[in-house]
């Protein structure tokens, strides 16, 4: 059976065009018409593919590979075998994702899940509702009254637009997404299956059982957002919740109501953050980060995966611990903890002995 493509078959480009795309120097300038068509890693690479070399201890998959040419810094390029084109730079793993952005433009957005452009028959569109020249909405997906959406953006199947929200141009809202009290600006990606502008979680407890708070607040997200399939955006309750400009979500992330979060920001996988905390400019948090409600997280503080957060983390910052701290405070505990451990199982005995112990 023929195994199935998911992209458009790429571009070709000559090492002459590579080298001037991403600012490289083509060793052996005899060699700039050499076709490329494909990027892959050095294990998998073949004549047609670039490939990349940045890290030492990959140099045994050097030696056997054989891809056409590789991207390599001026320091490792003596390892490369001649018969691989070199293209010198100082960055080689990003010279190859500009070198892929280029082979493969229709994978960098989700496009519609039937390959069709324009309004599907099956959609189900207010008339209330004005939508620009050059929106495709795919079928059965659902936009309410005053909804607003620019040009170039699709509309993924059995997604649902609430009454006057607004989406910018360029936008990817995937299949079975659902969007209520929000702005969305230009070049913005939403992932199936998130859900953006619900209530956010605001009860006040008294005799009679749990007040709900009115949440009155919007979803603002601002240009070249990326959200992750199965992100959670809660709306503000007494002020917006609000995504920076160029911040990239991953999946399954849990924003709460009014939260703030910067420009630029990473937030990765099944990472939660409580009402109304602060995220600055460029602030990253690792795989399953939980941040409480109203705490402060300093612009380029990083926290490790798994990390609570409670209160304030100060910008620069690098923490990480279940009750996060400065990273190198975290693993001198986390060491002295260990000795500890070790002292009271062994009696005391020093290493020497544990290791005698054990060995009899």
């Known amino acids: 059976m023929t195994q199935p493509t998911f992209f458009k078959p790429p571009v070709k480009l000559t090492l002459g065009e590579i080298a001037a795309m991403t600012g490289a120097q083509l060793a052996d300038p005899s060699r700039s018409g050499q076709v490329i068509s494909g990027v892959s890693t050095l294990e998998d690479a073949g004549p047609m593919h670039l490939a990349f070399f940045d890290k030492r201890k990959y140099s045994d998959e050097l030696d056997r590979c054989y891809a056409g040419a590789c991207l390599v810094n001026a320091k490792l390029q003596v390892q490369v ?50 939508l620009e020249d050059d929106v495709t909405v795919d079928p059965l997906a659902v936009i ?14 059995n997604a649902v637009i609430g009454a006057n929200v607004r989406i910018g141009r360029d936008c990817s809202i995937g299949p079975g997404n659902t969007i209520s009290h929000a702005l969305i600006g230009n070049d913005v990606i939403i992932h199936p299956g998130c859900r953006i502008g619900q209530d956010g979680y605001g009860y006040v407890p008294t005799p009679k059982g749990h007040m709900k708070v009115p949440q009155t607040g919007r979803v603002i997200i601002q240009n070249e957002v990326e959200i992750g399939a199965g992100t959670t955006i809660d709306r503000g309750g007494l002020r917006d919740t609000v995504i920076g400009e160029g911040t990239k979500i991953d999946n399954l992330v849990q924003i709460g109501h009014n939260v703030t979060i910067g420009r630029r920001c990473i937030i990765v996988s099944q990472s939660g953050i409580a009402g109304s905390s602060v995220l600055g400019d460029g602030a990253v948090l690792g795989a399953r980060v939980g941040v409480s409600d109203h705490a402060t997280i300093g612009a380029g503080a990083q926290l490790a995966a798994r990390s609570s957060v409670v209160g304030a983390v100060p910008a620069g910052a690098r923490w990480g611990g279940p009750i996060a701290k400065p990273v190198r405070q975290w693993m001198r505990e986390l060491y002295a903890v260990e000795l500890l451990a070790n002292r009271r199982m062994t009696g005391g005995k020093p290493d020497s002995a544990i290791s005698k112990d054990e060995d009899e």
């Open 81 to 130: 075998p001649d018969r691989i084109a070199v293209l010198r730079v100082a960055h080689p793993y990003v010279a190859l994702v500009t070198v892929a952005r280029a082979l493969h433009a229709d994978s960098l957005r989700p496009l519609s899940a039937i390959g069709q452009e324009g309004i599907a028959p099956s959609a189900v569109i207010d008339p209330g509702a004005w």
């Open 144 to 157: 309410g009254p005053g909804a607003e959406i620019g040009a170039g953006t699709v509309i993924g199947a």
